[in-house]
């Protein structure tokens, strides 16, 4: 079965951490960018991050440059999101989807990718 599988979310205090993984199944990442989104309820879905997994490039919305780093390890092929410094407003259900193509141009507002994660809740509160 060719699916994404997102997990780690969590309960996490202002100011902690978190990290969340994307890990695909039955496929593998050679030549596709993995996207992070976010919802929050009552708000629009936003584009938090981008990696290309041909050559490791990466992208950030200016919500969360400086504190969320994405990675991957293409030999487990799975993408991971560290959440650092995170604020109440990061509360939202996370979502990983992944697009065969070689590059993030336009990640943010691409609505068609060839999968999706089940998406996982973070919820940052004290």
């Known amino acids: 079965q060719l699916q994404l599988v997102t997990s780690g979310g969590g309960l996490v205090q202002p100011g902690g951490s978190l990290s969340l993984s994307c890990a695909a199944s039955?496929?593998?990442?050679?030549?596709?960018?993995i996207v992070w989104f976010r919802q929050a309820p009552g708000k629009e879905r936003e584009g938090v991050t981008c990696?290309?997994?041909?050559?490791?490039?990466?992208y950030y919305a200016d919500s969360v440059k400086g504190r969320f780093t994405v990675s991957r390890d293409n030999a487990k092929n799975t993408v991971y999101l560290q959440l650092n410094s995170v604020k109440p407003e990061d509360t939202a259900v996370y979502y990983c989807?992944?697009?065969?193509?070689?590059?993030?141009?336009?990640?943010?507002?691409?609505?068609?990718?060839?999968?999706w994660g089940q998406g996982t809740q973070v919820t940052v509160s004290s």
């Open positions: 989807a992944a697009d065969r193509r070689p590059a993030c141009y336009g990640y943010a507002s691409q609505l068609v990718f060839d999968y």
């Open positions: 990696i290309s997994t041909s050559d490791g490039r990466t």
């Open positions: 039955g496929f593998t990442f050679d030549d596709y960018v």
